[in-house]
């Protein structure tokens, strides 16, 4: 009788012992938290699971709620930040509180990566013989910016169109920064236009990376480059502008996915100021600039979880 219960109180301990989270501070179950690429510089992970599981990793990032038609459905991965009206017109995002000294207070370089969804454009209530439009914000940051209509930080599917040659449809995966240290004046990160973006009714992985050390920056697509660049606005083009942080300003506090900051709060009521009119999933950043090895890694691991292979 006492071995058994020593054995039971053994199994107890490992059991115990087999729910604690890694070193990242993932949940072991929470899907997607096994991959493993680069996870130690892992400083913001949303699995959208749930309003409890909104966010698993983050220094002074929590859920604060969700409002219109923004929800937790179906996602690449589990659940995932849902669109339910699929209509970039009508209000749909998820809000996030940022803490005085939140990570991406910390940030020099970075990688963003995410999993989209893009369904077809529903027709537009008021005019059933036109089509919406797919673009939108898949996530941006508040803050006073140089301009009232940008926000800080906001990353969004911009202009669609058709390639003349090819035939193919085309759209821009962008990222608008504003760095305030440089003279106040605004910068943007060069677009990036790709058939992999135009997607519809199917999920792509989306990412950018951005070296504050040399100014390099790139995006991706399904974990292969589309595009690159050199990002050296300071000492007339030939420096750096720097830490991606410097583009957060000093009133920055909230993160919303799936709307733009300007519009949510008021500051702009441009009708183009989109909200994201699908599903956005597996959202992550990084405290450096993953290698096009890492980045390809990435999309290969989570699209293992996304399989259950």
Known sequence: MKKAFLFMAAALTLAAFSCKKPANGTDEQTPGAQVTVAAENLVA???LESAEKAV????????DSKKGAGDFGDGRIGKAYTNTKKMNIEEAYLKFSLAKNNAFTKLESMTFSA?????????????????????GA??????????????SFVYLLDNEGVNEETGKAWMQFNGRVDFLS?????????NASDEAYAAKDKWIHVARTYDATTGA???????????????????DGKDPVGA????????????????????????????????????????????????????????????KVALGK
């Open 45 to 47: 992970y949303f699995p």
């Open 56 to 63: 698993t990793v983050g220094e002074g990032i929590t859920f």
């Open 115 to 135: 999993w989209l969804y893009v369904p077809t454009p529903l027709a537009d209530p008021s005019d059933p013989t036109k089509k919406l439009t797919a673009k």
């Open 138 to 151: 898949i996530l941006s940051f508040n803050g006073t910016g140089v301009e009232p209509v940008w926000p």
């Open 182 to 190: 440089v003279e106040g004046k605004p910068l943007m990160w060069p």
């Open 217 to 235: 920056w790139a995006t991706y697509a399904n974990g292969l480059k589309t595009f690159e660049g050199l990002f050296t606005p300071k000492n």
């Open 244 to 303: 991606i942080n410097a583009a957060f300003a000093s009133d920055c506090n909230t993160l919303y996915l799936g709307g733009w900051a300007s519009r949510i709060e008021g500051k702009a009521s441009d009708t183009w100021l989109n909200y994201f009119c699908g599903s956005i999933d597996e959202v992550r950043f990084y405290n450096k600039a993953l290698s096009e090895t890492e980045m390809l890694e990435l999309y290969k691991q989570e699209l």
